[in-house]
T-cell receptor, first 114, second 113 residues
Framework: AQTVTQSQPEMSVQEAETVTLSCTYD???????LFWYKQPPSRQMILVIR??????QNATENRFSVNFQKAAKSFSLKISDSQLGDAAMYFC???????????FGAGTILRVKS | GAGVSQSPRYKVAKRGQDVALRCDPI?????LFWYQQALGQGPEFLTY????????KSGLPSDRFFAERPEGSVSTLKIQRTQQEDSAVYLC???????????FGQGTRLTVV
């Protein structure tokens, strides 16, 4: 069974600084998708960034980028120039290539200090 | 509608009561998922529909949990004889046929007292 582990229950960052959230996963599949979701207090999951396992290039979306290490089964999220609006719960998630359900980690609370 | 809509947003149920949670997916989305999110935890998969067919219900925790999507659009998650451990946020997500991204609703927070 696939598992996703987020070892940092809580992280803090100063506004305008950079922070990295960690995620490791376990799977025997060779093709799959990895995601980072943001969940603000409104509870709605918002997709931040997506990575296809067959792509070697790390995904980037504006201030958000990932460090995908397939051999190490590691998928960290880097947030540059942190903003107050980035404060939320962040979840790492895995989905198999042709499957449907997402497997989530336990989440990391990100606090942004002004 | 523009997004996934869930109702009610909050539900308080007395232990033993039956509840029904509704999900309106994005129009035209074929796939629909239900997840259960306990306080301070990540969401856990409950069940999955493709159109009206329930293709995977492996995550339903007990036979008190039942989900349906009779016309391939709106879905209802029903919990019979609610227990305190059922207290959680129930999230619904829908996905278009050729899109790997699932869009989530704001969830229903169920509190069983």
């Amino acid at each position: 069974a696939q598992t996703v582990t987020q070892s940092q229950p809580e992280m803090s960052v100063q506004e305008a600084e950079t922070v990295t959230l960690s995620c490791t996963y376990d799977t025997s599949e060779s093709d799959y998708y990895l995601f980072w979701y943001k969940q603000p207090p409104s509870r709605q999951m918002i997709l931040v960034i997506r990575q296809e396992a067959y792509k070697q290039q790390n995904a980037t979306e504006n201030r958000f980028s990932v460090n995908f290490q397939k051999a190490a089964k590691s998928f960290s999220l880097k947030i540059s120039d942190s903003q107050l609006g980035d404060a939320a719960m962040y979840f790492c998630a895995y989905a198999p290539e042709y499957g449907n359900k997402l497997v989530f980690g336990a989440g990391t609370i990100l606090r942004v200090k002004s | 509608g523009a997004g996934v809509s869930q109702s009610p947003r909050y539900k308080v149920a007395k232990r033993g009561q039956d509840v029904a949670l509704r999900c309106d997916p994005i129009s035209g989305h074929v796939s629909l998922f239900w997840y259960q999110q306990a306080l301070g935890q990540g969401p856990e998969f409950l069940t999955y529909f493709q159109n009206e067919a329930q293709l995977d219900k492996s995550g339903l925790p007990s036979d008190r949990f039942f989900a349906e999507r009779p016309e391939g659009s709106v879905s209802t998650l029903k919990i019979q004889r609610t227990q305190q451990e059922d207290s959680a946020v129930y999230l619904c997500a829908s996905r278009g046929q050729m899109n790997t991204e699932a869009f989530f609703g704001q969830g229903t927070r169920l509190t069983v007292v």
